[in-house]
């Protein structure tokens, strides 16, 4: 294999590690979007809620990482559970855009509370990964990405495998189908709201602590959900398999981007695509077409 | 009690001031402005100029959002738009600056209309995303067209200069920016007098509709974005020669989620709400330093506290005026009024 064909190879695994990142990410959006048809900006917050949580557990408690992760992840969950109750159970029937706007500010909120407790300084948090590289065949692959990827890939699994068999995911694809037609069939189209927040926000929490495991800290670090909303976009606002095949995606133009263009080309390129495909095709590859009447 | 308020005629209908009460508002409102700048110091002054660079910029997003119920979150890349081409102007040209705050509404409402054009397919959140995604991609070009831009180092823009005397301080751009300001706000009270206005309106109460009435929605939603840019444009202009540094951090996506907390706050789709919640978004920050420095005393860092509770309360505002008052600022005045006007019945 030559040189060129092998860095396109490392350049392509590292493209796919982060793009399971960013899917597991989208995840979190498309979970709280399919059942309550809110676009949560604030995942991106919760993204960096869930790392600093571990940071306190972990670093700060001295708890044994497996101990942390699940502790961290609870605490994104528990997050999700007092704003859907304490707020956006009371914005029920407002517009779209209003509740879009209180999770804007709900973001800012939880960045004044992070620096306010951590400061504003970029910080890491403790190793639990390893740092010895991986080798798929030639390919150096560096193993938290590695790590990164098959975690958010089983984690991906389990939630097609829940929508598909479980009760309460069976109740959630109905409430995003026909919230009036749920109700009458007796699901509780409530509990199904607090569900999917509960869940997102978890799953936001933990893929926080994988990317605060490999780039580290920093109160900014919630920069990472915008390229999410792009992924979710792309796939489709509704479509949990919509947001596997976005994140791959977008992952690999992006590591495509970052290396052959420049690092600055990076956002730019998802964001064209972004643009590009809110004019061609708005609902995505993935989504469910809205027809509206008069 | 407010009594003999039926109109005889379209005219008085769709007069902007309908009584005497208002009359004498607006006279105190005029006096108010042109005091400003000998009563106050120089740093109150400074803050009546950010404040009216805010207005202008905020009536100009209330003409998008509030009135035409599109969604836009590109609006500080279009503050940038007009900054940088001030600054531009005034580095190579040394063209008059009112010349160049106009140029710099021109080119913001010429880009609007082109990142307007998703509005053609999409609306809601999927526009606000669109415009965040033209805003980055604007902001992609401020930073890496360096021969033209000057890149992250930015621009720095010489003071404003009227028949020779130059313009650098607050008190003497406050009579710059004041009239741009006042004339633009009685621009867009007035535009919803006019067909385009209603027309605005009507796309945003429902746009199918709309087009079934005869509106072009082509036309008049790329015009919207055109007006709003260049609110946005005319306002980063005068933020230019007010700071005197353009830069891709001056205007950022902070700054298009701020303009749009503030015609939340002060209340959608209402002249006077634009005005008050970019008014009250200003000061509050200012406010929180002054009771930062108050407890100072009694709080080791006190300083390192202000910009997390800052950003804090950004949001908690923006939470708790969607939750409890999500007419904004402009339904309570509203609603004070009505109660003075019904005194001594209640309600």
Redesign the interface.
């Known amino acids: 294999m030559s040189m060129e064909t092998l860095f396109f190879l490392e350049v392509t695994l590292a493209g796919l590690g982060s793009g399971a990142l960013l899917s597991l990410t989208a995840l979190a959006f498309v979970l709280i979007y399919k059942a309550t048809k809110i676009?949560n900006l604030a995942v991106s917050e919760l993204l960096m809620m869930g790392a600093y949580f571990f940071l306190a557990f972990a670093a700060g408690m001295g708890m044994s990482a497996w101990l942390a992760i699940p502790l961290a992840v609870a605490g994104g969950g528990l997050i999700g559970a007092v704003v859907e109750r304490g707020?956006i159970r009371?914005?029920l029937g407002?517009s779209?855009?209003?509740?879009?706007?209180?999770t804007?500010?709900?973001?800012?909120?939880?960045?004044?509370?992070?620096?306010?407790v951590w400061g504003?300084d970029p910080r890491t948090i403790p190793d639990f990964i390893g740092r010895a590289p991986v080798f798929l065949g030639e390919a150096y692959v560096s193993r938290k990405i590695f790590v990164a990827f098959l975690v958010s890939g089983a984690v991906i699994a389990v939630f097609l495998l829940l929508f598909r068999f479980w009760r309460g995911g069976v109740a959630l694809r109905a409430t995003a189908t026909d919230q009036a037609a749920a109700y009458s069939c007796g699901i509780n189209v409530p509990g199904v709201f607090s569900l999917a927040w509960i869940i997102g926000c978890a799953t936001a929490a933990g893929a926080g602590v994988l990317l605060g495991s490999i780039g580290g800290l920093s109160p900014t670090m919630g920069a990472f959900g915008?390229s999410a909303?792009?992924v979710v976009?792309v796939g489709g606002l509704d479509s949990p398999f919509g947001a596997l095949v976005g994140g791959l995606f977008i992952g690999l133009v992006e590591a495509y981007a970052g290396t052959y263009l420049g690092g600055?080309?990076k956002?730019?390129a998802t964001?064209?695509i972004?643009?590009l495909m809110?004019?061609i095709r708005?609902y995505g590859l993935f989504g469910t077409r809205e027809i509206?009447r008069? | 009690m407010l009594i003999a308020t039926a109109k005889e005629s379209y005219r008085a209908d769709q007069a902007l001031l309908t009584n005497r009460a208002q009359w004498v508002w607006l006279g105190l409102l005029i006096a108010g402005l042109v005091l400003v700048p000998f009563g106050a110091n120089a740093y109150w002054t400074y803050l009546a100029c950010l404040v009216l660079i805010n207005v202008a910029s905020a009536t100009g997003l209330n003409i998008l959002t509030g009135y035409t119920g599109l969604?836009s979150l590109g609006h500080g890349a279009f503050m940038a738009l007009g900054a940088y081409t001030v600054a531009i102007l005034e580095q190579r040209l040394g063209t008059p600056f009112l010349l160049n705050i106009l140029a710099g509404g021109a080119v913001a409402a010429a880009i609007g209309m082109i990142v307007g054009?998703?509005s053609l397919?999409?609306k809601?959140?999927?526009l606000?995303?669109?415009t965040?995604?033209?805003s980055?991609?604007l902001q992609?070009v401020f930073?890496?067209w360096t021969s033209v831009t000057g890149g992250s180092r930015g621009i720095n823009v010489a003071p404003a200069t009227f028949f020779g005397t130059e313009m650098a301080r607050p008190s003497e751009l406050y009579w710059v920016i004041m009239p741009i300001t006042v004339l633009m706000v009685l621009g867009a009270a007035n535009l919803f007098r006019t067909r385009i206005g209603r027309a605005f309106i009507a796309i945003r109460d429902?746009d199918?509709?709309a087009e079934?009435l005869g509106i072009p929605l082509l036309r008049y939603k790329l015009l919207s974005f055109a007006v709003s840019s260049f609110y946005a444009g005319v306002a980063g202009g005068m933020w230019a020669y007010m700071f005197r540094s353009v830069g891709p951090e001056s205007f950022t996506l902070l700054t298009s989620?701020f303009f749009?907390?503030a015609i939340?706050v002060g209340g959608m789709g209402s002249i006077l709400g634009a005005i008050l919640g970019a008014i009250f978004m200003t000061m509050v920050p200012e406010l929180l330093r002054f009771a930062v420095a108050f407890v100072a005393p009694f709080i080791d860092n006190a300083a390192t506290?202000l910009?997390?509770?800052?950003?804090?309360?950004?949001?908690?505002?923006?939470?708790l005026f969607?939750?409890f008052e999500?007419q904004g600022i402009a339904e309570i005045i509203r609603r004070i009024r009505r109660s003075w006007h019904l005194w001594p019945f209640r309600k």
Do not use: D, K, Q
């Open positions: 676009i707020i009371r914005m407002e779209p855009i209003s509740v879009f706007m209180v804007v500010g709900l973001g800012s909120v939880l960045i004044g509370l992070v620096e306010l504003a915008l909303l792009v976009i600055e080309y956002l730019v964001f064209s972004l643009v809110l004019v708005p509206e008069l | 969604v054009i998703p397919r999409v809601g959140l999927y606000a995303i669109a965040i995604g033209a980055i991609i992609f930073l890496n429902r199918i509709s079934v989620i749009l907390a939340i506290l910009a997390p509770v800052r950003t804090m309360v950004f949001g908690l505002l923006i939470i969607l939750v999500p």
